[in-house]
């Protein structure tokens, strides 16, 4: 084994060491254009702000689909990534409850001082957890996206969410006991998400589709019940019905949103009954004019999500990490298969943004 020793300069007595200025950062060059690791500005934290040094990230759909598709950057060269976990290494003005080297994660946005495809970035003191003892960087950095997209999508107000109330007090925990719900796709990032909130907020039953395969997986995060995914829709709309007892079902989340979820969902919800289908991508069917399919956006400072995230990220995560309550992400790699070139790319950049 070959050991590589890198000398800091000479010091003097009482002398510092530099605090770097710049940093390798990864760029998208231009709109579904290239990518490539250039150096640029270390940011200052502003107000309520903290600087982080990035430990670990998270490739999720959203960053290929912008590279591939052209949409939601206006600005190039551009950073991406929204999952971002490391160290505290500056705090801004006004900010307390947070020291140097405090281990955080959070969940950003695609603004290049905030964006996590970098060694250094920024995010908001107020929406910033805690990483628990028993957890990695990289197991961390796995969940804000999907999280966030689950929280947000189960516990806003219409038309952002679902509208059922956060499980953000011992009172509120466990408050749906008895009311059923369906959540499309349970393997998913997201789907994995919504069936452990929905397990603290005490829903029951709860009822998943996906590979069963994956059944005592997803049963360790909280589903009553898996249901085949290949099943007719027929089929699985004659069982939603028997283990729930005939109750009409009203709100369900569909965490994949392809039109042939979407379908299957509008046809689970009951007629005449205002049904609302919580949908991560935007209506792909024709929907009927007694129900209604609402997309989730997750952005953590929308104004609409502001206080929920802020909430669930300062308050309520750590909690419920350290308890046992939220797991780490499992994946199911056939659902990776349209991410592997650009997994591949963002491979090979990592090793450029490390020291």
Same mark, same amino acid.
């Given at each position: 084994?070959?050991?590589?020793?890198?000398?800091?300069?000479?010091?003097?007595?009482?002398?510092?060491?530099?605090?770097?200025?710049?940093?390798?950062?990864?760029?998208?060059?231009?709109?579904?254009?290239?990518?490539?690791?250039?150096?640029?500005?270390?940011?200052?934290?502003?107000?309520?702000?903290?600087?982080?040094?990035? /430990?670990?990230?998270?490739?999720?759909?959203?960053?290929?689909?912008?590279?591939?598709?052209?949409?939601?950057?206006?600005?190039?060269?551009?950073?991406?990534?929204?999952?971002?976990? @490391?160290?505290?290494?500056?705090?801004?003005?006004?900010?307390?409850?947070?020291?140097?080297?405090?281990?955080?994660?959070? $969940?950003?946005?695609?603004?290049?001082?905030?964006?996590?495809?970098?060694?250094? @970035?920024?995010?908001?003191?107020?929406?910033?957890?805690?990483?628990?003892?028993?957890?990695?960087?990289?197991?961390?950095?796995?969940?804000?996206?999907?999280?966030?997209?689950?929280?947000? @999508?189960?516990?806003?107000?219409?038309? $952002?969410?679902?509208?059922?109330?956060?499980?953000?007090?011992? =009172?509120? /925990?466990?408050?749906?006991?008895?009311?059923?719900?369906?959540?499309?796709?349970?393997?998913?990032?997201?789907?994995?998400?919504?069936?452990?909130?929905?397990?603290?907020?005490?829903?029951?039953?709860?009822?998943?589709?996906?590979?069963?395969? $994956?059944?005592?997986?997803?049963?360790?995060?909280?589903?009553?019940?898996?249901?085949?995914?290949?099943?007719?829709?027929?089929?699985?709309?004659?069982?939603?019905?028997?283990?729930?007892?005939?109750?009409?079902?009203?709100?369900?989340?569909?965490?994949?949103?392809? !039109?042939?979820?979407?379908?299957?969902?509008? *046809?689970?919800?009951?007629?005449?009954?205002?049904?609302?289908?919580?949908?991560?991508?935007?209506? =792909?069917?024709?929907?009927?004019?007694?129900?209604?399919?609402?997309?989730?956006? !997750?952005?953590?400072?929308?104004?609409?999500?502001?206080?929920?995230?802020?909430?669930?990220?300062?308050?309520?995560?750590?909690?419920?990490?350290?308890?046992?309550?939220?797991?780490? /992400?499992?994946? *199911?790699?056939?659902?990776?298969?349209?991410?592997? *070139?650009?997994?591949?790319?963002?491979?090979?950049?990592?090793?450029?943004?490390?020291?």
């Amino acid at each position: 084994m070959i050991k590589i020793q890198i000398l800091a300069p000479h010091l003097t007595i009482n002398q510092k060491p530099m605090s770097p200025t710049t940093q390798k950062a990864l760029f998208l060059l231009e709109k579904c254009g290239d990518f490539a690791v250039k150096e640029t500005e270390i940011y200052k934290p502003g107000p309520g702000e903290l600087l982080i040094k990035v /430990r670990a990230t998270s490739l999720n759909p959203v960053d290929w689909k912008i590279q591939k598709y052209g949409f939601a950057i206006e600005d190039y060269p551009a950073i991406l990534g929204t999952d971002t976990a @490391g160290e505290v290494v500056e705090l801004g003005e006004g900010v307390t409850g947070f020291k140097k080297g405090e281990r955080i994660f959070s $969940h950003v946005i695609f603004e290049n001082k905030y964006a996590s495809f970098q060694q250094y @970035g920024l995010t908001w003191a107020s929406a910033a957890a805690r990483v628990p003892d028993n957890w990695t960087y990289d197991q961390v950095a796995g969940l804000p996206l999907a999280l966030t997209t689950a929280y947000v @999508g189960l516990y806003n107000t219409v038309p $952002h969410g679902l509208g059922y109330t956060p499980p953000n007090s011992p =009172a509120n /925990r466990g408050k749906y006991a008895g009311t059923p719900l369906i959540v499309l796709g349970g393997t998913s990032s997201v789907g994995q998400m919504v069936l452990q909130l929905a397990k603290i907020s005490g829903f029951s039953p709860i009822i998943t589709t996906a590979s069963l395969k $994956h059944t005592d997986f997803l049963k360790s995060l909280g589903a009553t019940h898996v249901l085949d995914r290949n099943l007719p829709n027929e089929t699985i709309l004659s069982e939603v019905r028997k283990l729930t007892n005939g109750q009409k079902i009203t709100k369900l989340y569909d965490s994949v949103s392809t !039109a042939s979820t979407q379908q299957l969902g509008l *046809d689970i919800l009951a007629s005449d009954s205002d049904g609302q289908l919580l949908a991560t991508l935007p209506a =792909a069917v024709e929907v009927p004019k007694d129900k209604s399919i609402f997309t989730v956006w !997750a952005g953590p400072r929308v104004e609409a999500n502001i206080k929920l995230v802020e909430e669930l990220y300062h308050d309520l995560i750590t909690g419920f990490l350290e308890e046992g309550l939220i797991k780490a /992400r499992f994946y *199911d790699f056939d659902l990776l298969l349209p991410q592997i *070139d650009f997994l591949y790319s963002l491979t090979i950049s990592r090793f450029c943004l490390r020291d």
